[in-house]
Nanobody, 125 residues
Framework: QVQLVESGGGLVQAGGSLRLSCAASGGTFSSYHMGWFRQAPGKEREFVAAISWSGGTRYYADSVKGRFTASRDNAKNTVYLQMNSLKPEDTAGYYC??????????????????WGQGTQVTVSS
């Protein structure tokens, strides 16, 4: 059983930055891929980024490419999402998720095995 807890959300002005963290417990963190997803009010949850178990491979949604960076510290069992140049359309609840399959990075919600409770990011214009 893997538990995930996100933190770091908040209110920021457009153009600003935030760094989200996701702390994992249970399982072997360094053996599974991690993903970030977001869900805005009235919209479906969507893929944001994924990072491989080693941190050596990353994959981003086109909407955040060049602005967001996923990273991880396996010694701290933590994955991060650095968000720069934030836009009002980035406003959403952000969720980290664990993919226990060590194959290629994936972006579908149903391919992830465990989820955190989410942290809210609000970007004002």
């Amino acid at each position: 059983q893997v538990q995930l807890v996100e933190s770091g959300g908040g209110l920021v002005q457009a153009g600003g930055s935030l760094r989200l963290s996701c702390a994992a417990s249970g399982g072997t963190f360094s053996s599974y891929h991690m993903g970030w997803f977001r869900q805005a009010p009235g919209k479906e949850r969507e893929f944001v980024a994924a990072i491989s178990w080693s941190g050596g491979t990353r994959y981003y949604a086109d909407s955040v490419k060049g602005r967001f960076t996923a990273s991880r510290d396996n010694a701290k069992n933590t994955v991060y999402l650095q968000m720069n140049s934030l836009k009002p359309e980035d406003t959403a609840g952000y969720y980290c998720a664990a993919d226990l399959d060590s194959g290629p990075l994936r972006h579908r919600i149903d391919e992830y095995d465990y989820w955190g409770q989410g942290t809210q990011v609000t970007v004002s214009s």
